[in-house]
């Protein structure tokens, strides 16, 4: 393209000089011959003269002037024709070097990510075993708590008092490291349901009545008789129901009452349990949900927990083709505005096709 455009300047360079003087020549040879020629006598001619000048001088000169301008124009373009392609092989050349670079980005992230899905394996595995490996001594020694406390009126107050408190820690501890088997298997894709029609009502009565050890607080439900069966795992759906009463439980004040609410909407069942607590902060609401993520009460009292009922809750309910949501503050007040939880679970008249 260069070179085609630099072979154009140079003719037209040539044109430039060679073409005023073939039009002088031309011009001048005409008006000689029609002033001198046709009238016979050599002499000199105002018209002659004026018309040489203006056609044979002025004339050429434009063109001259002209093809001078052509011929920057043409210079210029050139300049940035060669400027352009420079820049476009510069251009090509760092796209090419960052292309590559991109690529070698990408397979140290792509190994970095293996390492990180191996290390995390690694780690489901060992707290899996470690779980595990906890889990058996741990019901020895629950049985034997069990069996010691059986008597317990034949011990002295001191021993009795320190065998309930070792009893219920024990029994704290093996529910978490059960949490922790349950959840490692639930990530793993290794869970087992075991779904099922759940007759909801009888399930949330014996959630309140039996699951849940609300103390002090009053726990006031309104569960229609009539709500449909859903297609779910009952014993989860219970473990479900329990960890968001309980939770309930540690973060409100004593004198307010739980609230427990299950309808139908839409084809869905919604079940809410609503507390009088001081309520989630908008930012936290999303981190609740979160693994080892706790909310402090606002007193400053630590609750006892792990941080893993609310996100082992939401694990289940997703996994049973439900959700979970929140709502703070749930009432009006502003010293009591409460927190609502509400599981939401679709409603299933047949036998799913896939079970």
Same mark, same amino acid.
């Given at each position: 393209?260069?070179?085609?455009?630099?072979?154009?300047?140079?003719?037209?360079?040539?044109?430039?000089?060679?073409? /005023?003087?073939?039009?002088?020549?031309?011009?001048?040879?005409?008006?000689?011959?029609?002033?001198?020629?046709?009238?016979?006598?050599?002499?000199?001619?105002?018209?002659?003269?004026?018309?040489?000048?203006?056609?044979?001088?002025?004339?050429?000169?434009?063109?001259?002037?002209?093809? *001078?301008?052509?011929?920057?124009?043409?210079?210029?373009?050139?300049?940035?024709?060669?400027?352009?392609?420079?820049?476009?092989?510069?251009?090509? %050349?760092?796209?090419?070097?960052?292309?590559?670079?991109?690529?070698?980005?990408?397979?140290?992230?792509? %190994?970095?990510?293996?390492?990180?899905?191996?290390?995390?394996?690694?780690? *489901?595995?060992?707290?899996?075993?470690?779980?595990?490996?906890?889990?058996?001594? &741990?019901?020895? &020694?629950?049985?034997?708590?069990?069996?010691?406390l059986?008597?317990?009126?034949?011990? /002295?107050?001191? =021993?009795?008092?320190?065998?309930?408190?070792?009893?219920?820690?024990?029994?704290?501890?093996?529910?978490?490291? %059960?949490?922790?088997?349950?959840?490692?298997?639930?990530?793993?894709?290794?869970?087992?349901f075991?779904?099922?029609?759940?007759?909801?009502?009888?399930?949330?009565?014996?959630?309140?009545?039996?699951?849940?050890?609300?103390?002090?607080?009053?726990?006031?439900?309104?569960?229609?008789?009539?709500?449909?069966?859903?297609?779910?795992?009952?014993?989860?759906?219970?473990?479900?129901? *329990?960890?968001?009463?309980?939770?309930?439980?540690?973060?409100?004040? =004593?004198?307010? =009452?739980?609230?427990l609410?299950?309808?139908?909407?839409?084809?869905?069942?919604?079940?809410?349990?609503?507390?009088?607590?001081?309520?989630? =902060?908008?930012?936290? %609401?999303?981190?609740?949900?979160?693994r080892?993520?706790? &909310?402090?009460?606002?007193?400053?009292?630590?609750?006892?927990?792990?941080?893993?009922?609310?996100?082992f809750?939401?694990?289940?309910?997703?996994?049973?083709?439900?959700?979970?949501?929140?709502?703070s503050?749930?009432h009006?007040? *502003?010293?009591? /505005?409460?927190?609502?939880?509400?599981?939401?679970?679709?409603?299933?008249?047949?036998? /799913?096709?896939?079970?």
């Open positions: 393209m260069d070179l085609r455009k630099k072979r154009q300047l140079k003719q037209v360079s040539g044109i430039r000089f060679l073409l /005023p003087f073939i039009l002088f020549f031309i011009v001048a040879s005409y008006e000689v011959w029609e002033h001198w020629a046709l009238e016979g006598k050599i002499e000199f001619d105002f018209h002659l003269t004026y018309e040489v000048l203006f056609f044979g001088v002025f004339g050429p000169t434009a063109v001259f002037f002209a093809l *001078s301008f052509i011929i920057r124009l043409l210079k210029k373009e050139i300049t940035i024709s060669t400027e352009l392609e420079s820049l476009n092989r510069n251009l090509e %050349q760092l796209v090419t070097e960052r292309t590559e670079a991109l690529k070698l980005r990408n397979v140290e992230l792509a %190994q970095a990510n293996e390492e990180l899905k191996e290390l995390d394996c690694l780690k *489901s595995d060992f707290v899996s075993l470690v779980s595990h490996e906890l889990r058996g001594p &741990l019901t020895t &020694l629950n049985g034997g708590l069990e069996v010691a059986q008597k317990e009126e034949h011990l /002295p107050p001191e =021993p009795r008092r320190i065998l309930k408190v070792v009893a219920r820690e024990s029994k704290r501890l093996t529910e978490f490291v %059960q949490s922790i088997l349950d959840i490692s298997r639930l990530e793993a894709g290794k869970f087992n075991t779904p099922g029609p759940v007759a909801v009502s009888p399930m949330l009565r014996r959630v309140v009545e039996l699951a849940c050890d609300c103390g002090e607080h009053k726990v006031v439900w309104e569960i229609p008789d009539d709500l449909p069966p859903i297609w779910a795992d009952e014993i989860y759906l219970e473990k479900t129901v *329990s960890n968001l009463l309980t939770n309930a439980v540690k973060y409100s004040p =004593p004198t307010k =009452p739980i609230e609410f299950a309808e139908v909407v839409n084809s869905e069942l919604k079940i809410t349990v609503t507390d009088y607590g001081r309520g989630i =902060p908008l930012a936290m %609401q999303n981190k609740i949900f979160e080892f993520n706790r &909310l402090e009460r606002g007193d400053r009292i630590t609750t006892k927990g792990w941080g893993l009922g609310l996100y809750a939401k694990a289940l309910t997703e996994a049973q083709d439900g959700k979970i949501s929140v709502k503050p749930a009006d007040s *502003s010293n009591s /505005p409460g927190t609502a939880f509400t599981i939401t679970l679709p409603v299933t008249a047949e036998v /799913p096709e896939d079970v």
